[in-house]
C-alpha cells in the first residue's frame, strides 16, 4: 500500500516562498505521477502541478511562473518549490499519485493522497 507524507507549510507574508515535499513509500510501479493539488473550504480540488517519471513537468495557470515541481526518483520524492506567494494561494496542499506514464487532471484517477498540509499567505 501507497503512503504519502507531506511537509513544509506554514504561514507566509505574500511575497514570501515555502517549499512543499511529500516522500511516497511503497511504491511498486516502474513508472508513476507525481502530483500537487489543493483545495479550499468548499472548493474541488484541483491539479496545480504534475511531474511524469521522466521529469515532464506541467503547471495549472494560476502557478505558472511560480511554482516548481521537482522530484528525485531514487527518494520516491517531490517537491513544490513555491515564489512569490498570495493571498489567493492559502489552501490545503495534497500530493498524490498515480501509476502509469501520464499525469493525469482528474483528481478520481490517482492512487494514493497524502493528508494535506496547509498553506496560509497573509498580511
Known amino acids: 500500500q501507497v503512503h504519502l507524507a507531506e511537509s513544509g507549510g506554514g504561514s507566509v507574508q505574500p511575497g514570501g516562498s515555502l517549499r512543499l515535499s511529500c516522500e511516497a513509500s511503497?511504491?511498486?510501479?516502474?513508472?508513476?505521477?507525481m502530483a500537487w493539488f489543493r483545495q479550499g473550504t468548499g472548493k474541488e480540488r484541483q491539479r496545480i502541478a504534475g511531474?511524469?517519471?521522466?521529469?515532464?513537468?506541467m503547471y495549472g495557470d494560476s502557478v505558472k511562473g511560480r511554482f516548481t515541481i521537482s522530484r528525485d526518483n531514487a527518494k520516491n520524492t517531490v517537491f513544490l518549490q513555491m515564489n512569490n506567494l498570495q493571498l489567493q494561494d492559502t489552501d490545503m496542499y495534497f500530493c498524490?499519485?498515480?501509476?502509469?506514464?501520464?499525469?493525469?487532471?482528474?483528481?478520481?484517477?490517482?492512487?494514493?493522497w497524502g493528508q494535506g498540509t496547509q498553506v496560509t499567505v497573509s498580511s
Open positions: 498524490a499519485v498515480s501509476s502509469g506514464a501520464y499525469c493525469y487532471i482528474q483528481p478520481r484517477l490517482f492512487d494514493a
Open positions: 511503497g511504491i511498486t510501479y516502474n513508472a508513476y505521477c
Open positions: 511531474i511524469n517519471h521522466d521529469g515532464t513537468t
